[in-house]
């Protein structure tokens, strides 16, 4: 007998298609929520023929294109061992189960922090050799159209983000955008998206998954995670195959401040998962991923800022 807790009631039934699709008839699951995270989507663990595995629905917010987008660039990545094993994913229900990674500290990686920038490099590589993602759209666009959202919306001032908005129309024009260089890329690759289970490292969390600029997922590694010079280096040669060069390096740079600005998706989740708590009737876990969603932002944007200040 599966055990729901508080899960909604209106989606019980395409979980238990899914377990039957799995594991066959009379699969009994105990589910238990896992905190974290900002994406609203509902994450649980549970265990079945004493293994384990994660549950996870999507909100029913998440337009259904969105949610084939995401479904097909995780199973894609986990074909290719970038991401857990996918054993069922379902977009028009938004359900889909996969091996469960008990994380250890990233700061335990047996090779330091050189071994671990070594192992995200070979992990970015494995993902931008995959068959290539869905496009989304061209990041600096999407981003500047990020930044013209919330500067219509009523959450600024009129011109309070005209600052932002020619920052980054700088860092557009200094950087060339070649669609035929694009590659399958993560980007969200901030270090709660990063599994390490004690001898490899693994990506979760495929939402925002999309074609994208090779630099993207490195750029925001290096401004969360890989802040020394050095890290960057060893980063670069282990997901190109090569020692950088300098004209690599100053793409990186530009790549970094399109990072930054990128911080604004989480920005924009964040309101919109603080708008869907105080306003509709919701699952505990969204509010719970509202609150945890405001420390990850704040957290991310310190880093990131500290992280640029300094070159």
Known sequence: MQKFGLMPEARRDAVRAALRATFGAGAAADF???????????????????RTYVLRIEPERIALRDRQRGFACMAAAAAAGA??????????????IMDFVCGRPLSGHPGGIVGLARALGALISRVQATPLFPIFGAYPEVIGR??????????????????????LARIVAALSWDTSTLVSCHNDPNPRNILFDGERVWLVDWELAFRNDPLVDLAIL??????????????LEAAFGRMP????????SAAQRWAMHAL????????????????????????????????????????????????
């Open 83 to 96: 991401a857990p094993r996918v054993h069922y994913c379902d977009p028009v229900t938004g359900v889909a």
């Open 146 to 167: 990020v930044l013209a959202g919330l500067g219509k919306s009523s959450f600024f001032a009129p011109g309070q983000l005209d600052a932002q908005a020619e920052g």
């Open 245 to 252: 060069t300098g004209r690599l390096r100053a793409r990186l």
């Open 264 to 311: 604004c998706f989480f920005a924009c989740l964040q309101v919109a998962l603080g708008i869907t708590t105080l306003l509709t009737v919701v699952w505990l876990p969204v509010a719970v991923a509202h609150q945890a969603g405001a420390l990850c932002l704040l957290t991310a944007a310190l880093v990131s800022v500290h992280a640029l200040k300094s070159r």
């Open 222 to 235: 290096t401004t969360e995670l890989l802040e020394a010079p050095e890290l960057e280096d060893v980063l």
């Open 32 to 50: 238990q929520p896992i905190r974290g995270g900002v994406s609203g989507a509902l994450i649980c663990r549970f265990e079945v023929h004493e």
